[in-house]
């Protein structure tokens, strides 16, 4: 591109450069609503990635709303959880019983006699089973469970009460062995996993081998330091139940009540299973709020403010406003699942309103809850709420969550409301950015072009300049000689 070195042509004090600038920027001034245009498209595209997060809040919403769980959650409580502990699974009746426990799930625990040294070669044998109501020992009796298998640990000459331990641990037999040092020596201790009256064990010697290997084994455990396995035990209003754990996952149908210490004689624990309300009534309130968050976020992008004369970022956006509408006659639309509710306002969910008529207005449909309204409706007929919100298996009869998940799973899906409306707005913001392009390229050619001009009449008058000072040479030389 030619370029202009002196400050004006033919050094009469124009300044080309500043000339060229300025006209070079009027070529650019359309950037500047392009670029407001850019930045504007580029917030929409941000506005509605916002509005299509809130959708998927509400529809989760109203998922809780549809689902049968939803509506199936119980309340569990205990007269003294110190006692009894209960959780019950959605769709427990409700119902109450007494539990008293006479005793906790234990697991069975030995001690070995007491060893010094090396306890001879040899193997050892590890049984699971129950030993009933007897002490094991010499003269107990031991069944072993048929649904496990016996483990055998080889013992070598050398190994001491310590590496016989280790083994015991690395072998998974269902036990788990400690050392224990006392005056006389080492002592193995010996503890089931698992509680319960089937989580007992014995420990033999396979080879019948005597000596010192053999004062490990049952036969020769201490009497004062062993534990028997035992199951929990309880009775549920007065019948004796047992659990090998102190849970008893299937004692009351949909009840789970878990003992936590011996009750006094005589002094049951209650345990009381009720609909829980309140679940329902939260999950309501998240829907109402959820959806109070999109008509906020919708009415501050399609106002107008009469006093600033401010508008917002989608005052006559045609889909935004067709966004706005659908979801409100959604809300608003009469639900053919009961025959009771057939309104939000129905089960005490209205349209908030001000004394002050223009803050009602700048409300624009936000909802509230009446929490005694939606409680009697919840508490006098619970089965007609659960129609109004998901109605039955009649689509025809669909109630408003189950139609409004259907509306905002349209609007959130592939080709739907929200990908269509990014796939146009990403569209005109590639548009602009091409226009922007074409914009300077058109700039930066007429610069070129003008600057070759004024270039060229720089030169121009560059010459005519020094021939105008050459003639006037002449004419004072000419002068001179004619005097």
């Not at 016996?150 to 083994?167: F, N, P």
């Not at 699942?337 to 001000?354: E, N, W």
Request: aromatic letters at 4%.
């Amino acid at each position: 591109m030619a370029t202009l070195s002196s400050p004006g042509i033919g050094t009469g004090g124009l300044d080309v450069k500043s000339i060229i600038s300025q006209l070079v920027a009027l070529e650019k001034r359309p950037l500047d609503t392009l670029k407001l245009q850019a930045a504007t498209t580029t917030t929409k595209i941000s506005a509605f990635g916002q509005i299509k997060s809130l959708v998927s809040t509400l529809s989760d919403a109203a998922s809780k709303l549809t689902s049968v769980t939803g509506w199936n959650n119980v309340a569990t409580t205990s007269s003294d959880s110190a006692f009894v502990s209960a959780t019950a699974t959605g769709g427990t009746q409700a119902t109450s019983f007494n539990v008293e426990v006479q005793a906790l799930a234990k697991s069975q625990s030995t001690a070995s006699g007491s060893i010094t040294g090396a306890v001879g070669a040899g193997t050892l044998k590890i049984e699971l089973g129950s030993w009933g109501a007897t002490t094991p020992g010499a003269t107990g009796t031991f069944v072993r469970n048929a649904s496990t298998t016996a483990i055998d640990i080889t013992v070598s000459a050398s190994d001491t009460v310590a590496d016989i331990a280790s083994k015991i641990n690395g072998s998974n037999a269902g036990v788990t062995a400690t050392l224990l040092t006392d005056a006389g020596g080492q002592r193995l201790l010996l503890r089931s996993k698992e509680t319960g009256l089937e989580s007992g064990f014995q420990l033999t010697t396979a080879d019948g081998a005597l000596g010192a290997l053999s004062r490990l084994t049952s036969a020769e455990i201490t009497p004062a330091a062993t534990q028997i396995a035992a199951n929990a035990k309880a009775t549920v209003n007065g019948i004796a139940v047992e659990s090998a754990t102190n849970t008893f996952a299937a004692t009351v149908a949909g009840v789970t009540f878990k003992a936590e210490k011996l009750t006094d004689s005589g002094k049951p624990i209650t345990i009381s299973v009720a609909k829980d309300t309140s679940a329902i009534q939260a999950n309501v309130e998240a829907f109402v709020k959820a959806y109070n968050e999109v008509n906020k976020t919708l009415n501050e992008g399609t106002k107008y403010d009469k006093a600033s004369k401010t508008v917002g970022l989608f005052q006559g956006d045609s889909t935004a406003l067709g966004l706005q509408s659908a979801l409100r006659s959604a809300m608003q639309a009469v639900s053919p699942g009961s025959t009771v509710y057939q309104r939000l306002a129905d089960i005490g969910i209205v349209q908030k309103t001000s004394s002050d008529p223009m803050a009602t207005a700048a409300l624009g449909g936000e909802l509230t809850v009446d929490t005694a309204k939606l409680n009697k409706a919840l508490s006098d007929n619970p089965e007609e709420v659960k129609k109004f919100f998901r109605g039955d298996s009649n689509v025809a009869t669909n109630g408003l969550a189950v139609k409004l998940k259907t509306l905002a799973a349209g609007m959130l899906a592939t080709g739907g409301f929200f990908s269509s409306k990014d796939t146009v707005l990403q569209a005109s913001l590639k548009r602009n950015e091409q226009d922007q392009a074409s914009v300077n390229i058109k700039a930066s050619n007429f610069e070129k072009r003008i600057t070759a001009r004024y270039s060229a009449l720089d030169t121009q008058m560059s010459s005519l300049n020094a021939l105008n000072a050459y003639v006037s040479q002449q004419v004072t030389t000419w002068n001179k000689s004619n005097g």
